[in-house]
């Protein structure tokens, strides 16, 4: 009997505790369920706008003529390619995207080409020439050609009338 009646004092004491916790959460849990400031409906956010793609141009040199290709993916085909007189027998190309000049090593010079007018500007003669106009990977005149990446020197190799290999460097400023 003592251990009913020990089992029957705790029942009603547990039970006692059970309901003074749930009716010490209840009004915390009422806050909550109201809408409030913090609790208001669901604001949205705007998406961060999208920047505009620059626009993209593609060079090819013609290396059996004189001009440069410069074509724009995103016109149609008919109108998607304008050429450029360069020089002789242009080979490589690179571009200041900064100023937008590309510059071409051709058989006579640094051919010097602004993009927008789409227009040789210059055509700066080799230190060290060749002695004639020729077509093809092992002529003479300039070959490989690099822009710096500040866009304040352009490299050009040059194989020179006198059989010799040259780096040219031109101030681009």
Do not use: N
């Amino acid at each position: 009997m003592r251990l009913r009646r020990r089992g029957s004092l705790l029942l009603p004491l547990l039970a006692g505790l059970l309901v003074a916790g749930c009716a010490a959460a209840a009004p915390e849990a009422r806050e909550a369920a109201a809408p409030g400031p913090e609790t208001a409906a669901p604001r949205t956010v705007a998406p961060e706008p999208v920047p505009e793609e620059p626009e993209m141009l593609l060079l090819a040199s013609l290396a059996d003529g004189s001009e440069l290709a410069v074509i724009d993916p995103s016109r149609p085909d008919v109108e998607a390619v304008a050429l450029v007189p360069a020089g002789a027998a242009p080979w490589s190309v690179g571009v200041d995207p900064g100023t937008g000049t590309a510059y071409a090593a051709t058989a006579e010079g640094l051919a010097v080409i602004d993009l927008a007018a789409l227009e040789r500007r210059a055509l700066v003669p080799f230190p060290h020439p060749a002695s004639g106009i020729g077509y093809g990977e092992y002529r003479q005149g300039g070959l490989g050609l690099a822009v710096a990446p500040d866009g304040s020197r352009v490299y050009t190799a040059v194989a020179a009338a006198d059989g010799g290999y040259y780096l040219e460097v031109y101030d681009a400023r």
